[in-house]
């Protein structure tokens, strides 16, 4: 870790103020813009053409990202609002209309709110590999499941399958943070504001890097600590599983009803389950087939983001304990993405293909040939789990298959801790977060010129919602009033596991 930057403590920030002039219907059809994908949606969408090398102007292939605008309703809007979403992989246009939901009628009223998909995703030439993902989700729930073989045959296959060697190797977050910076200049605005959740904070952060005159505001959610490298950051996560697991099961201790479901403990009937799939699988009854060790590994991964998830996880383990393990093997089929009844992939809306693509092209995992990249990478996740032995390898793991992705980049070091000096910013943290730990965001936080921290106690990862007036409070004093709150923490209650 890089020594600390000194923190500069203000008691009021105000943002730069001014106004743009919102963009009307009528705009919005002189730039282009029509009826979205989705045929319903109540956003105008555009194709925003970008060239396919930003770094290399003596590429002439461009294509297009397809840009989602709903306009501000007042006639001087506040500027762009433009939401980063996770993954990488996910579509910001999907969802764009449920996610509308996510701001206050005043924050809509104000801004012209922006969703897009990412180029490599959905309908900015979407790159996918559903029967290369079929394949390794099915291969977890059988007898001879070697992971290392697994996810070299997944990203052989996956390539393959997205038959998209032009466009793979300029899938990094670097030329996405260009992408979003030419649609920034299409759409006219002169600043705006960025919301990213869990990946779409790193994107965020780059663009802040790149382009610190153009951001009127940042909120970060779910943060990404990027000065980190990716080695460290998969070790973080792994410890941070770990920990929400460990204290998933301690809550079974605290709840009368779960204690009376296992006398024994959680966590005892959690390590037996896990030490009896690591020697042999279980066959479940009622046509789910054989329950495997990384089955579990990939559904106690999947649930433990929420609430919700970790109740679930007891209540599964709870049936364990009197010897059902037919609701923990469905749960897990369904985490690995396959309907177990039809054992057909199951629409996620995930892009396994630019997942990989990005994850791939931005970090890079060891030195050497590929067989010894991989070698180096489970060894390193052999021992981490020796520390963390119920998730952690597993979880330090995630990213196995970019050992072998064509286009990976040398190792370098990760750019210094984001500071965004005159860009007020709103960090959210939920020590519940398993995936981007809080202790990540308090990192990010540190660093900042201008930030203010809000830690959510409990939750789980991405913690922003009008339900929680807590937290939501402090973004929308940023977004409404343009000044940050006086004190430099906010600290929210919430529940770590939901009723059991």
Request: glycine content about 8%; charged content about 15%; aromatic content about 8%.
């Amino acid at each position: 870790m890089r020594r600390l930057l000194p923190l500069v403590l203000l008691l009021t920030v105000l943002v730069a103020p001014g106004a743009a002039s919102a963009l009307t219907p009528a705009q919005l059809t002189a730039l282009g813009a029509g009826p979205c994908p989705n045929a319903e949606s109540t956003f105008r969408c555009l194709a925003v053409t970008v060239p396919l090398d930003h770094f290399n102007p003596s590429n002439p292939a461009s294509l297009d990202v397809i840009v989602g605008v709903h306009p501000a309703s007042i006639a001087r809007s506040k500027g762009l609002l433009v939401t980063l979403v996770g993954g990488p992989g996910a579509s910001g246009l999907t969802d764009a209309d449920a996610l509308l939901e996510l701001w206050s009628e005043p924050i809509i009223r104000q801004y012209d709110i922006v969703y897009f998909d990412q180029r490599g995703i959905g309908a900015s030439s979407g790159i996918y590999c559903p029967q290369a993902v079929l394949a390794a989700r099915r291969a977890e729930g059988t007898t001879r499941f070697d992971r290392t073989t697994n996810n070299r045959r997944f990203a052989t296959r996956c390539v393959a399958e997205a038959d998209a060697p032009t466009l793979l190797p300029y899938l990094s977050t670097a030329q996405a943070a260009e992408d979003l910076e030419t649609m920034r200049q299409r759409l006219g605005g002169e600043q705006m504001t960025l919301y990213g959740t869990s990946y779409g904070t790193q994107l965020a952060a780059a663009y802040a890097r790149r382009y610190p005159e153009r951001l009127r505001g940042l909120i970060l959610d779910g943060v990404i600590d990027t000065s980190l490298s990716a080695t460290s950051f998969w070790a973080s996560a792994a410890r941070s599983f770990e920990s929400v697991l460990d204290e998933t099961l301690a809550v079974c201790g605290r709840r009368p009803a779960c204690t009376r479901d296992m006398p024994q403990g959680a966590r005892a009937v959690y390590d037996r389950l896990n030490a009896r799939l690591a020697r042999n699988p279980i066959r479940v009854e009622g046509g789910t087939g054989l329950l495997t060790q990384a089955m579990l590994h990939t559904y106690i991964g999947s649930s433990l983001y929420s609430p919700s998830g970790r109740a679930t996880v007891l209540r599964d383990l709870a049936n364990v304990a009197r010897g059902d393990y037919a609701s923990l093997a469905e749960g897990a089929w369904i985490a690995e993405g396959v309907d177990p009844t039809t054992w057909r992939l199951l629409n996620t809306g995930i892009s396994y293909a630019s997942y990989f693509g990005v994850q791939c092209a931005d970090a890079a995992y060891y030195a050497g040939t590929p067989t010894e990249r991989a070698s180096q990478w489970t060894a390193a996740g052999a021992a981490l789990g020796l520390q963390l032995p119920r998730i952690g390898e597993y979880i330090f793991e995630n990213d196995l298959p970019c050992a072998w992705w064509p286009n990976t980049p040398a190792p370098t070091s990760p750019p210094a801790p984001l500071v965004a000096n005159g860009i007020p910013t709103i960090v959210l943290t939920a020590t519940g977060d398993p995936i981007t730990p809080h202790a990540q965001g308090d990192t990010v936080f540190r660093h900042l010129a201008e930030g203010h921290l809000v830690r959510t106690l409990g939750a789980g990862h991405v913690t922003l919602s009008p339900a929680a007036p807590c937290s939501y409070g402090p973004v929308e004093q940023l977004l409404l009033h343009d000044r940050l709150p006086r004190t430099a923490r906010t600290t929210c209650p919430g529940r770590f596991v939901a009723r059991y």
